[in-house]
């Protein structure tokens, strides 16, 4: 069975949590955006509790910018696996006071036993904000398919256990069966 394997951003994801056309203009309702992509996915049932955890994550961390780059994380017990969701806009977003705007962004929902994970995923997310082939490619997808594929560039590096099963490639890609 083809797989795609953890070890890139894309093997945290699928199709339905990449959002080429963010429309908010600031933190707090990009990332409500996000977290209902999350509800409509079916991966969690409560946006509102995965945003709560979410904004307060992004209050307590003044450091979760990177240039045109942000993220935030929703760590909640009832999770069962690590998801990533990311997105892109347009015209920016106010990220932070007194910043400039950032275009992509993502959500990494969590679980607090899999703290390593998510430690890794922040690491990548914050190594691709500083490589401007892969900023590019982020940019420019105008899909969820081509944002997909773009995550598929930036490597997970770190302690991502051997035990996280690999999702069949269909179901990353959105192919339904």
């Not at 699928?14 to 409500?32: E, I, K, N, Y």
């Amino acid at each position: 069975m083809n797989t795609v394997p953890p070890k890139v951003l894309a093997g945290f994801t699928r199709t339905s949590l990449c959002l080429p056309h963010l429309r908010g203009r600031d933190a707090a309702t990009v990332m409500f955006e996000v977290c209902r992509a999350f509800e409509v996915d079916g991966a969690f049932p409560a946006p509102i509790a995965l945003f709560n955890v979410a904004l307060n994550h992004y209050y307590l961390t003044p450091d979760n910018q990177c240039g045109d780059v942000a993220y935030s994380i929703g760590c909640l017990p009832s999770l069962e696996s690590t998801l990533l969701a990311a997105g892109n806009t347009e015209d920016g977003c106010c990220w932070r006071p007194n910043t400039e705007p950032v275009h992509v962004v993502f959500l990494i929902a969590t679980a607090p036993r899999d703290a390593a994970i998510c430690a890794a995923l922040v690491h990548a997310i914050r190594q691709a904000a500083a490589d401007c082939a892969v900023l590019r490619g982020l940019h420019s997808a105008s899909t969820p398919a081509s944002l997909l594929a773009a995550l598929a560039t930036i490597p997970v590096l770190g302690t991502v256990p051997a035990d996280i099963p690999a999702r069949p490639r269909a179901e990353v890609a959105g192919i339904s069966r």
